[in-house]
């Protein structure tokens, strides 16, 4: 008998066919009835957060928060090195200077939502998932600016009360309801393990597909070059999230989350930073173009790690 396919596989194998669904017929993902599509992003992206906390316990966090040794590695990798990373490939391919700026902002902001998505998918430890996310966002109104004003020469201004509402509305309020909501779902187990991952996708395809269609033409416009420089700085991340955890000790699980936590970027910040503070959309293909690749790149690699993450002992 046939196996079904890993729900990495499936993801990856959705997000493409959504993605490639958007750059054919954008307008399926522009509007509907004349509502204009884009105002679903931040409702899809709370009930992807909302699900996300459904799978932590308040064991898991408590096991989590005695760490913050733990927490705070994972930090220096995605702030310190991740921009150094970026810096060295743009000057590796000859980048021009704003897209070079538009891939050092990938680099700097911090980790994306869709990080905590992959690591759900790929079996790894959500309650240091969403702490390092949560912890990443609440200082990158501080980190962001000082990378790119050190390693960009140009200042970033980041409002850090918007970003604070933004955190709450979009992470900590969906986390702790999804959080509250897993005592509930302990006693129907069965039901949440195979609906919940639909939700995820099917949430993660529709925002992946809004964002690409608005994006269509910067997309059909970028050189080959650039999608290269996003793919190997992707996979750079995976690697020295990966690695700097074994090196520091944890076990796959934790290296798996850490791989995520880093190789992942929240590109919608770096976008919206291109456009307002740059107003330039040379330094937002970069985003544009790592947002798609991580999406397929995550779940792919999601799927490997859940094939070999041991199950969990409770």
Request: one cysteine or more.
């Amino acid at each position: 008998m046939l196996q079904a396919p890993p729900p990495g596989l499936i993801f990856a194998a959705a997000l493409l066919a959504t993605a490639g669904m958007a750059l054919v017929w954008p307008s399926l993902f522009t509007q509907w009835g004349g509502f204009p599509l884009k105002g679903l992003v931040l409702p899809l992206l709370q009930l992807i957060m909302f699900v996300m906390g459904t799978r932590v316990s308040f064991d898991g966090l408590r096991q989590v928060l005695v760490r913050p040794g733990v927490i705070g590695f994972g930090l220096g990798l995605q702030y310190f090195v991740m921009p150094f990373v970026a810096v060295g490939l743009a000057a590796a391919f000859g980048l021009a200077p704003e897209v070079a700026t538009g891939v050092l902002l990938v680099g700097a902001v911090c980790a994306g939502n869709s990080s905590n998505v992959m690591t759900f998918f790929a079996g790894g430890n959500m309650a240091l998932s969403v702490a390092m996310t949560t912890m990443s966002t609440l200082l990158s109104p501080v980190v962001t600016p000082t990378v790119m004003r050190l390693l960009a020469d140009r200042e970033v201004p980041v409002e850090f009360g918007t970003m604070l509402t933004s955190i709450v509305r979009i992470v900590l309020v969906p986390v702790v309801g999804g959080l509250l909501f897993e005592q509930v779902l302990r006693r129907r187990q069965a039901m949440a393990d195979r609906w919940l991952p639909r939700v995820v996708i099917t949430a993660t395809c529709l925002v992946n597909g809004i964002i690409t269609a608005n994006s269509r033409e910067a997309l059909l416009t970028m050189g080959a070059t650039l999608v290269l420089v996003e793919v190997l700085h992707n996979f750079l991340g995976y690697l020295v999230g990966y690695a700097g955890a074994r090196v520091l000790g944890l076990d796959m699980r934790d290296a798996a989350t850490m791989a995520m936590q880093v190789g992942i970027r929240n590109c919608g910040l770096a976008t919206g930073l291109a456009f307002d503070v740059f107003k330039s959309s040379n330094a937002a293909l970069a985003s544009v173009v790592f947002g798609t690749v991580q999406n397929a790149s995550g779940a792919m690699v999601a799927s490997y790690f859940r094939r070999h993450i041991p199950p969990r002992v409770n």
